[in-house]
C-alpha cells in the first residue's frame, strides 16, 4: 500500500511569505505527526494530531507555524512570515494510534529554503 | 525531559568490518527505543524497536541492538557492513510511555561512511 506522501518535495519562499506544506498520512492511521529537521540535525517534534484533534503542540516553534488536520486524515502545516531560521526539511509521520504505540512512518520530507 | 545521546558524529567502516553505533538516553520510566536509518534523500527508515522483553533485539538488514538499562543505552550492532549500509543513523525514543505525550525525541545522528 501507499506510504506516507508529502508535497511539495520543495519549497523556496522568500522572507516574509506565507506557506503550506500537505501531508497524506497512511491510510486508516490515527495518530499524525509534524517534525522539523535541520541541516545536520536529528527531527525535532513540532506537534501531533490524533484524528482531528491536536493533542500537543508544544514542539511549534513560534505562532508563526499552525498545523491543522481538519477531517482526521490530510494534514496542512501552514508557516506565516516566514523567516531565515524556518529553512529546514519538514517530516510527516503517522501510525495506527495503537498502543502500546507502535511504529512511526515518515514521508519523504518537504524541504523548505527561505531566502 | 527525556533525551537521547549519540557521542559519535561520524564513523568510518571498513566494509566487511563490524559496526557498533552508540546511544545513551535519559528517561525516568521504561523507555520506548528505536533506532531509524536516513539515506540521502530518503524518509527515516525503523530499523528496530524495544518495548519490552528481551533486551537484544533484532531489526531487519541485519542490524541488532541491545537494551542496557544499568548504562542507559541502546547501541546499534552490526556484525559485517556492507557499503549500502552509508547513512545517517538517529537512536530516538518515545517522549512518554505512559499515556501521555507522544511522538519521539531524536539524537543528532551519526553519520557512517564505508570505505571499501
Known amino acids: 500500500g501507499a506510504g506516507v506522501s508529502q508535497s511539495p518535495r520543495y519549497k523556496v519562499a522568500k522572507r516574509g511569505q506565507d506557506v503550506a506544506l500537505r501531508c497524506d498520512p497512511i491510510s486508516g492511521h490515527v495518530s499524525l505527526f509534524w517534525y522539523q529537521q535541520a541541516l545536520g540535525q536529528g527531527p525535532e517534534f513540532l506537534t501531533y494530531f490524533q484524528n482531528e484533534a491536536q493533542l500537543d503542540k508544544s514542539g511549534l516553534p513560534s505562532d508563526r507555524f499552525f498545523a491543522e488536520r481538519p477531517e482526521g486524515s490530510v494534514s496542512t502545516l501552514k508557516i506565516q512570515r516566514t523567516q531565515q531560521e524556518d529553512s529546514a526539511v519538514y517530516l510527516c509521520?503517522?501510525?495506527?494510534?495503537?498502543?502500546?504505540?507502535?511504529?512511526?512512518?515518515f514521508g519523504p520530507g518537504t524541504r523548505l529554503t527561505v531566502l | 525531559a527525556q533525551s537521547v545521546t549519540q557521542p559519535d558524529i561520524h564513523i568510518t567502516v571498513s566494509e566487511g568490518a563490524s559496526l557498533e553505533l552508540r546511544c545513551n538516553y535519559s528517561y525516568g520510566a521504561t523507555p520506548y527505543l528505536f533506532w531509524y536509518v536516513q539515506s540521502p534523500g530518503q524518509g527515516l527508515q525503523l530499523l528496530l524497536k524495544y518495548f519490552s522483553g528481551d533486551t537484544l533485539v533484532q531489526g531487519i538488514k541485519g542490524f541488532e541492538a541491545e537494551f542496557k538499562r544499568s548504562q542507559s543505552s541502546f547501541n546499534l550492532r552490526k556484525p559485517s557492513v556492507h557499503w549500502s549500509d552509508a547513512a545517517e543513523y538517529f537512536c530516538?525514543?518515545?517522549?512518554?510511555?505512559?499515556?501521555?505525550?507522544?511522538?519521539?525525541?531524536f539524537g543528532k545522528g551519526t553519520h557512517l561512511i564505508i570505505q571499501p
Open positions: 509521520a503517522s501510525r495506527t494510534g495503537l498502543s502500546p504505540p507502535d511504529t512511526q512512518y
Open positions: 530516538a525514543v518515545l517522549r512518554s510511555s505512559g499515556g501521555g505525550a507522544d511522538g519521539l525525541t
